[in-house]
């Protein structure tokens, strides 16, 4: 997601959000940070996917399964993958080349999570900067050298 918006002071800042795959290390959860990778979920969704493969293949001919069971098992499976996707962090960045006066370059940056919530802050950024000039300091963003 990409916006563009001038500032109250004539500068033209860009918005961007970008979805992060890993969660962002922060200097003091380094070492409490274990990361597993992908096996363990992949294992967990081969295993389920097994059983309600079993479930299906080992119903007796004359068993009519209610629709309603075929869904919860379909809700089942989808949770976690949809509830994953959802709750990525996002990382949004604020930047503006500066101008040809006394505004020199900035850039800020801050992480927010979930879909939702990511698109509700840059419409905050975004209106904090069409305001004052740059975002604000006590938001989610904060100014990088």
């Known amino acids: 997601m990409n916006r563009v918006v001038r500032g109250s002071d004539g500068r033209e ?5 970008s ?8 200097a003091d959860e380094f070492e409490h940070d274990v990361n ?10 081969g295993a389920l996917l097994f ?9 007796p001919a004359g068993v009519i399964v209610p629709s309603w069971l075929i869904l919860l098992l379909v809700i089942a499976v989808l ?3 949809v509830r994953w996707v959802l709750r990525r962090p996002w990382t949004i960045t604020a930047a503006t080349p500066g101008d040809q006066d006394e505004n020199p370059p900035e850039t800020w940056v801050g992480v927010v999570r979930g879909f939702l919530s990511v698109r509700q802050e ?24």
């Open 36 to 45: 597993g990778g992908p096996a363990p979920a992949i294992l967990m969704g």
């Open 79 to 81: 949770f976690f993958p």
């Open 122 to 145: 840059m419409s905050v950024v975004a209106r904090h900067i069409e305001l004052y000039a740059e975002p604000d300091m006590n938001g989610s963003l904060q100014p990088v050298e």
């Open 51 to 59: 059983l309600v493969v079993m479930f299906v293949v080992w119903t």
């Open 13 to 17: 800042w860009t918005i961007k959000a």
């Open 19 to 26: 979805l992060e795959w890993s969660n962002p290390i922060a």
